[in-house]
Nanobody, 122 residues
Framework: QVQLVESGGGLVQAGGSLRLSCVAS????????MAWFRQAPGKEREFVAL????????LYGDCAKGRFTISWDNANDTVYLQMDSLKPEDTAVYYC???????????????WGRGTQVTVFS
């Protein structure tokens, strides 16, 4: 079982930046996939980005391309999401998750953090 704790969310003006962190503990997730999803009120959970440990393969959702970057700190089992050029439509709770397969579908993942709120105002 893996425990995941997100942090780094907050209130930011449109055009600004935030960096989210997700710390994993309990079991290693090396050779697995780490992913970020987000969910706004009344909407489905949306894929943001993923990284596969075995190959360093990364994939971004349409909402994140060109603005967000997923990265990692191997020594501290931490995955980051750098978010630049933020827009009001980026407002959501951001969740990190881990699983065996590299998937853009939220239901393919079993272990989730509790999320961190990101609010972008214009």
């Amino acid at each position: 079982q893996v425990q995941l704790v997100e942090s780094g969310g907050g209130l930011v003006q449109a055009g600004g930046s935030l960096r989210l962190s997700c710390v994993a503990s309990g079991r290693t997730f090396r050779l697995w996939t780490m992913a970020w999803f987000r969910q706004a009120p009344g909407k489905e959970r949306e894929f943001v980005a993923l990284r596969r440990w075995s190959t360093n393969f990364t994939l971004y959702g349409d909402c994140a391309k060109g603005r967000f970057t997923i990265s990692w700190d191997n020594a501290n089992d931490t995955v980051y999401l750098q978010m630049d050029s933020l827009k009001p439509e980026d407002t959501a709770v951001y969740y990190c998750t881990t699983g065996v397969a590299a998937s853009k579908v939220a239901s393919d993942y079993a272990d989730w953090g509790r999320g961190t709120q990101v609010t972008v105002f214009s």
